[in-house]
């Protein structure tokens, strides 16, 4: 794999397109699924299949780890082709494991080589290396794994795994799809049964794509709303016929919807999104705010749901999120954001504290970006305020980015509908979760400069 040199940042200035957005596309496949079926299809027995896996960067470093770790993982055509050794059955890596800019990659991974007899490091960029694995690392250390880091649990992380590890029966103390993942992961080669309790529902990628290679999952509900997760252990995991297919990334299609919903006239379609319940926050969101969302559901794949959405622009209102719904849209609040900074009144995004662990601490970015371009946003506590602007977002800012995907692409949407053009301090990182995302834009008429 090669890499742009550090240096080689892409700014770009958005301003309004000259038509409303048109069109129908696929956004790239589902970046959390994806990441899960490599590692699966790893631990599998036999060969998989994977169609529309997400090709951007993020991913492509998960391949590269899964290949460091013993499995056949080769790209033909536009499928990916994966042979894996199987649960117990993984080589030690020759060198680091270099994650990149992925926390999902590096947490999911922990809980894999932390149940296998071997030693291994991870790295990652600047940006990975500042984000916390102590949330990871403190719960997988009740499978015997030894974890040295550097000050604060941060990357490069070494790890001695436990070829034998007991089954873990941790209550998660926040909501964290990645810590419950990487829990779950280190039971598969676990004798007994692994038990994870989450008081708030989080996205259940791994549930269904465990029970679509074979494993024996139980989900219970508890009474305060919460979920106990029942894993059997060292189960044999086999290759699905036919494959598995990733579903449209509901995170990425965001940011073509939210530009719809704003820009005056859009009308446009977006193909094989992800419609797993505990993902759709955001829809659910915008729809109180007044969108005009059409969703057409299809058949499920892989044990997740998938469907088409239409959407036309919307003249939205402020609206109150509750805290419980965070888990299921955390990754789409700089986008909301900025929705929330075109609608009409106040709006209030509660329990946004793991906002601060992202690839950047995004509830303060999210805020600046929102102030730079003249729109009035505060935190309070762990909430997020947004006094939207009635259609009238000044614009004119330049936006830092911190290296964040995210961040950028939700810049991008505002400079579509701000009254002055926003500028974006570097666009190169993009690609880590959503390769081709400007093309794709422009196929709609968003006219950014490339």
């Known amino acids: 794999m090669t890499h742009a040199p550090a240096s080689a940042s892409r700014p770009l200035s958005v301003a309004r397109p000259a038509a409303p957005l048109c069109g129908v596309i696929r956004v790239p496949g589902d970046k959390s699924i994806s990441h899960r079926a490599l590692m699966f299809a790893a631990l599998a027995r036999g060969q998989t299949t994977i169609h529309h896996l997400l090709e951007g960067e993020d991913v492509l470093r998960t391949a590269a780890a899964m290949r460091a770790l013993g499995a056949q993982v080769e790209q033909q055509g536009a499928v990916w082709i994966v042979s894996g050794p199987g649960v117990g059955h993984l080589s030690e890596p020759e060198d680091v494991l270099d994650m990149g800019n992925s926390g999902t990659a590096a947490r999911l991974l922990s809980g894999i080589l932390a149940s296998h007899g071997m030693a291994s490091v991870m790295t990652g960029d600047a940006s990975l290396r500042r984000r916390p694995m102590r949330r990871v690392t403190d719960p997988l250390a009740a499978t015997g794994a030894t974890f040295i880091t550097r000050e604060g649990g941060r990357l490069p992380l070494a790890i001695r795994g436990q070829a034998n590890p007991p089954a873990l029966d941790y209550r998660l103390p926040v909501a964290s799809a990645q810590v419950k993942s990487a829990v779950l992961l280190a039971g598969l080669n676990a004798t007994g049964t692994t038990r994870v309790e989450e008081p708030v529902p989080t996205r259940d990628h791994t549930e269904n794509m465990l029970r ?28 699905p016929q036919g494959g598995l297919f990733v579903p449209a990334d509901p995170s990425s299609a965001a940011f073509p919807l939210v530009a719809a919903l704003l820009v005056p006239g859009s009308d446009i379609t977006l193909t094989d999104v992800g419609l797993n319940p505990l993902r759709t926050g955001l829809f659910t969101t915008l729809m109180e705010m007044g969108a005009q969302v059409d969703v057409v559901e299809k058949a499920s794949s892989g044990g997740e749901p998938v469907g088409d959405l239409r959407v036309r622009a919307s003249a939205l209102h402020g609206v109150v999120v509750p805290a419980a719904r965070a888990p299921s849209m955390i990754d789409e609040y700089p986008v909301l954001a900025v929705a929330a900074a075109h609608a009409t009144g106040i709006s209030r995004f509660c329990g946004l ?17 929102l102030r730079e371009n003249g729109v009035r946003a505060e935190v309070e506590g762990d909430d997020l305020v947004v006094h939207g602007t009635a259609g009238a977002i000044p614009g004119g800012g330049l936006v830092t980015t911190h290296m964040d995907h995210r961040l950028a692409m939700s810049a991008s949407v505002m400079g579509l509908v701000a009254e002055k053009p926003v500028r974006i301090d570097d666009t190169a990182f993009i690609d880590t979760s959503f390769p081709g995302y400007l093309t794709l834009m422009n196929q709609l008429g968003a006219g950014f400069a490339q």
């Open 212 to 239: 679509y290679f074979g494993a024996t999952v139980e989900v219970e509900t508890t009474p305060e709303g919460g979920r106990i997760i029942r894993l059997e252990g060292r189960p044999d995991l086999v290759a």
């Open 353 to 369: 504290e793991e906002l601060r662990v992202k690839e950047s601490d995004r509830l303060s970015a999210t805020v600046a970006l």
